[in-house]
């Protein structure tokens, strides 16, 4: 669901319309809609996701009539009333349905149904790795044929003329007529059942006399390409020079062919050198040529492959870019300028994540995390790149997260809880500060529902008072400042959260940490120990300070220890906040009228301060 385009729910049933508005809530770019014929014509045409609640009979028969072409169709993904089968019908791959059942049945905690062979037996999309490496395919039917072969035989051979990012199962071959896929824009290279695709790396430079008809500049274009045994759906753009952009002949073509046309002034077109100069341009324009500078300009700094070619009214020169460069040179593309964004995912559950986060992995092309974080995400991240801390360690991984959103890519560094709260954001914010320049790489922080929220609700109220977070982790503070800040928030009698409570090593902290509490509290302080909080294997005690069971705590516990005035009702703790003692004092105030004496419920409650004070 990586497109901006929208997603519609169908329904058609009271149950299937809750489930709608269940679903609706969770994607801000999603809305919900009674089930009708018109209502999915209307959708149809607009692109986006169409999702439907309801028997899978009912959506076959809707649709029948407004199948066209795989390229152009909408995702369709079906789904029952329960939300435990998610079926990617139609679409999987281009169009994002498999992408979409699984995410939907992440976060419903049901299962995707997936049937294209490809991702059951966990190879490579064809059709989506071509779109990702920016390759135009030449002949859609050789797709599934090539995909076939590349599931009866897990490998394909793959030529390549310029450099690509291949899955492992593409091995490459320096014989393109050995070749499975070939990927070049030169003619007649690969066998005829290869699968063919065109890296978009070619910019017609072009020059004609005024009042050229559309029709003869692109008959010059594809004659000189033709001749150069180079493809047309290479083609990036076209480029001329200013005056030109708005001749009607050119303005024609580029609207049909669809391809953006980039212009460049006199100025700019007469700073290239080594070009072919043209008495003509230079009397009608003050350029000293047109068609091979604008070519090398717009394929930004790229090569000239084929020098200016007159053909009767047209001039034709084409460069080739390196493939980013030429990327760069399309100007309706995206600018190579990523974004890095730090996202909480929650405590565990898609349940507890919240839409924006979401939202935000969805967008993103690669994820950087702790494994095991991005194991609980598994169904909303399939598909995507992933650099996880098994591979590299901490620092490097934030980097090279820094690294990828530089060179262009919409980064997610995700962290379980919130990712400012012993987490990634502030580490990553350190790196582009050393980095220098703010306006780098745009970043964001998404925050998340910490620990302390999901282990807080799970305990009841423990928290609706002053607290204190102290992580019990010496990996990066000295044990010493630990004891002192467990020290101060005790005398301060705030309520305590511990994170981190034990880890490999050091196993003895939690048992430490709480007889620093002891000196301050009593031995029947109320305690959580919440441990995996809203994950599958979720363990809630309530307890107190004289009975710990530190057996039960591991690294995924989080201790909350009440402070003097903490209650436990009913197996929930709670911290009051200070309403009983308000009404008190409202009625002495009534009692005694106004300008009353009686203590205020903030001040400070002499009851305590003994406790405090030892
Ligand atoms: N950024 C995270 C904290 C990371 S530090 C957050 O905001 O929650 C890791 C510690 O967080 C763990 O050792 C544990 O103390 C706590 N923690 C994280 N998830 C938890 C969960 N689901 N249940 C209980 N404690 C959790």
Known sequence: MATAHSTVF?????????????LERRYPDARKQRFSKGAVKESWTKGGKLVFIMAAGIVVRAIAPLLRDKRTDPA??????????????????????NACAKEIAAVLGGSAVITTATDVSGLPALDLWAEREDLAVEDWKQLPKTGVRLVDQRTLLLFSDVPLDAPGAFLPTEDPALADIVVTNKEGQARLDALLLRPRNLVAGVGCNSGTPAGEIEDAIRQVLAAHKLSFLSVRAIATIDKKGSEPGICG?????????????PGELNRVAGVTPSPAAWRATGARAVA?????????????????????????????????????ADPQAKPVRGTIRVVGTGPGSADYLTPAALTAIRESDVIVGYGPYLDLLEGLIAGKERMTSGMTREIDRCQTAIDLSAEGKTVSVVSGGDPGIYAMAGLVLELLKKGGDP?????????????????????????MHDFATISLSDRLTAWRTIEERLEAAARADFVIVLYNPKSGTRRDHIRKAL??????????????????????????????????????????????????KTIVWNN???????????EKWADMAGQIGEGATAEKPDSPQPENSDKSLR
């Open 10 to 22: 169908f329904y058609v049933t009271g149950r299937g319309r809750r489930l709608a508005e269940d």
């Open 253 to 265: 073509f580029v609207k049909k062919s669809g391809l953006p046309l980039i212009t460049f002034s």
């Open 292 to 328: 091979e500078p604008a070519a090398i300009l717009g394929a930004r700094g790229g090569v000239l492959i084929v020098q200016k070619q007159r053909m009767g009214n047209v001039t034709v020169a084409i460069a080739e870019g390196t493939r980013k460069n030429a990327r760069g």
């Open 76 to 97: 369709v993904v079906l789904l029952d009333e329960s939300g435990s089968h998610v079926v990617s019908l139609l679409g999987g791959h281009l169009a994002g349905a």
């Open 572 to 582: 929930l703790m709670i911290t009051p906040r200070g309403y009983e003692r308000k």
């Open 439 to 463: 306006s780098a790489v745009p970043v964001e922080v998404i925050p998340g529902i910490s620990a302390l929220n999901a282990c807080a609700a799970r305990l009841g109220a423990p928290l």
């Open 515 to 564: 007889q620093i509490i002891l000196r301050y509290r009593t031995p029947a302080t109320p305690v959580g120990v919440v441990r995996a909080a809203m994950r599958k294997h979720e363990s809630v005690k309530v307890t107190d300070l004289a009975h710990m069971p530190f057996d039960e705590i591991d690294m995924q516990t989080t201790v909350i220890v009440g402070n003097s």
